[in-house]
């Protein structure tokens, strides 16, 4: 009766039926009995009373119920009690091994599953399929390499090699080492294959970046009529994110919403979510997410990452927000990391504040994730003192709290601290990454430093990093920046890859700078090559001929980019004043304090003059008279937004402002002037960096 109940799933009736038995029978329980019950137990409250019924009847002696408790106490978790029986045991058969081993491996503790398995072994005890790709499965998870290829030579020498289980956990193994030849050869092997198999494989590809073989493989599967479940579709929406394929991201979707596989399995549709977020079609991801029957806390992590990680900030916050409003999901560490960088984007220094107080309530601020998310908002809001005394706060022991604070002061203009930094860190024996490089090289692009950051770009070497395009980018600014055109474009030259748009972007934004309108044409059109719709570098073009006043291309440049449906980002600028952030657009006429705004402005400019300010029209990107290209400098958003915070705050108040666009030249010598005359500091955040203009002087020393 107990035997039937365990094999229809009906395990509480099986446990009853045996308390029936022990209370109200004459029926004594012999050695068949508790091994049978044992497979009922769902909890250690029920495996315990039945553990002390086999000890008082005295069957613990028993080889088949001393392993069916051991296999209880695995499942259950108890594995202290799991490894004090296995202990006692006189004799162990190869079900007790493996339960023990499966066991351990299923808590964590691979190094002492592997114990097991040497000790089973010195016993006489001969592994079969299941200890071996249980074993194999544990090679994967220590990076044990040697181990993996031992176990497999074991398969093979005792005919296990085609065992369905082995082969399965052999690609899984070779999968997680980056051999896909291997795997590939042992399922191209197999006799038999299951879904298991196909998904194996499929997710193979997919976590090894070769999306496409993924993607073949299914329609393969498919030809096979294997039937996918969750798994397979779960790694088909990763493959499709990868090949960046956004017609094939609808058809698959169309594919799961036909077979309700949303409906039944919230990680299905989280993958949605997921791959329309990474191919950076957020309406459409917005759109999921909204729809999805059940949403877990990984679905709001991956919308909030989505929004973020493609550039909106102020979504990614509203939905952060929504969360907090759910009364059943808590956010979690993830969820910090995954949001406090659009709080850091938009300089929302006060929502970012609020969530540090729930790390710090949750014990998550020292962890190295939350505490490096911390770093960069402290220091993209200007902070740089709160920012380094999280640093020394965090754990050191990688490098990547090291190049967030590298990188926070590099935009702050303190190229010589993110260099002495960088020496700390190899002094604490820290290994640098390429992110450290792409760090420490453009701290040295903002600062100058041009010989430090050739040493840093030769430094890569040292440590085994392949300069990538990003490197090779930085490397083109930092000599750009400085001057060094024609050294720069040769060091363009000298690649051993073609440039992509941000190196050919860089060394364009060096001819603004510095005027070189035939270099500039040159860096333009090879950019419009590899990445034409970037609205961005268009204007670049048009500000280089409306510095030397050839309306002519600025007006064929603008032309070029308004047949190719593109429009200029318009700029903005924002500051926060009594917990309520204000925004100004260049040109605003719209704002309550509209008129006090343009007659503080008036003043300020008539003061600065006074100073010697002379206006520079070359920023003026109109063919326009000298009056109106006058009030179209004036009222560039920076400058409509400091001559509110002058208005609106006490004499000598701090002025912080985040503007979205690059500060022009002229908007940055006239700050200068306006900090001296109001004696102000004024702490301007742009696209590229930090200004902190006082008493007439910037930070960046004139250098951005």
Known sequence: MMSSYVRNGCYRDAVNCLYTMLMTSDVRPDFYTFPTVLKACANLTNGSQIHTWVFKLGFHWDIFVASALVHMYCKVGSFPAAREIFSGMTYRDKGCWNAIISGLCQNGNAVEALEIVDKMRMEGVAMDSVTVSTILSVCAQIDDFCRGCLIHLYAIKHGLEFDLFVCNALINMYAKFGLLGNAQKVFDLM????????????????????????????????????????????????????????????????????????????VVGN????????????????????????????????????????????????VYSMLEKCEDIVPNEATWVSVLPAYAHVGNLRGGTKIHAHTLKAGFNTDVFVGTSLIDLYGKCGRLKDAMSLFYEVPRRN??????????????????????????????????????????????SHSGLVSQGQWCFDLMHKYGIKPSLKHYGCMVDLLGRAGHLDMAYDFIKSMPF????????????????????????????????????????????????????????????????????????????????????????????????????YSE????????????????????????????????????????????????????TTIRIFKNLRVCGDCHNATKLISKITEREIIVRDSNRFHHFKDGNCSCGDYW
């Open 191 to 266: 006799e038999e294959r299951d879904l298991v198999s196909w998904n194996s494989m499929t997710a193979a590809y997919e976590q090894n970046n070769n999306p496409d073989t993924a993607l073949n493989l299914f329609r393969e599967m498919q030809l096979h009529d294997v039937e996918p479940d969750f798994l397979t579709l779960v790694s088909l929406a990763s493959s499709v994110a990868q090949t960046k394929d956004s017609q094939n991201s609808g058809s698959l979707h169309a594919f799961i919403l036909k077979r309700c596989w949303i409906q039944e399995h919230v």
């Open 601 to 652: 402005l008036e003043i300020l400019t008539e003061k600065i003059k006074s100073l010697g300010y002379v206006p520079d029209y070359s920023f003026v990107l109109q063919d326009v008279e000298e009056d109106e290209k006058q009030h179209i400098l004036t009222s560039h958003s920076e400058r409509l937004a400091i001559a509110y915070g002058i208005i609106n705050t006490p004499p000598k």
């Open 399 to 444: 490098p990547i709290p090291w190049n967030a604070v590298i990188s926070c002061h590099a935009i702050h203009g303190h190229g010589e601290t993110s260099l002495q930094l960088f020496r700390d860190m190899l002094d604490e024996g820290v290994s640098p990454d390429h992110v450290s490089f792409v760090s420490l090289l453009s701290a040295c």
């Open 498 to 597: 073609k440039p992509d748009a941000s190196v050919w972007g860089a060394l364009l934004g060096a001819c603004r700078i510095h005027g070189n309108v035939e270099l500039g044409n040159l860096a333009s059109k090879r950019l419009f090559e590899v990445d034409s719709e970037n609205v961005g570098y268009y204007v670049l073009l048009s500000n280089i001929y409306a510095n030397f006043g050839k309306w002519e291309g600025v007006d064929q440049v603008r032309s070029l980019a308004r047949d190719r449906g593109l429009r200029k980002t318009p700029g903005w600028s924002s500051m926060e004043i009594d917990n309520k952030v204000e925004v100004f657009y260049t040109g605003n006429q719209s704002h309550p304090q509209c008129e006090e705004i």
């Open 271 to 318: 993958a949605v979510v997921d791959m329309y977020a990474k191919l950076g079609i957020t309406d459409s991801a917005l759109k999921a997410f909204e729809e999805l029957p059940m949403k877990d806390l990984i679905s709001w992590n991956t919308m909030i990452t989505g929004f973020a990680q493609n550039g909106f900030a102020s979504e990614a916050i509203e």
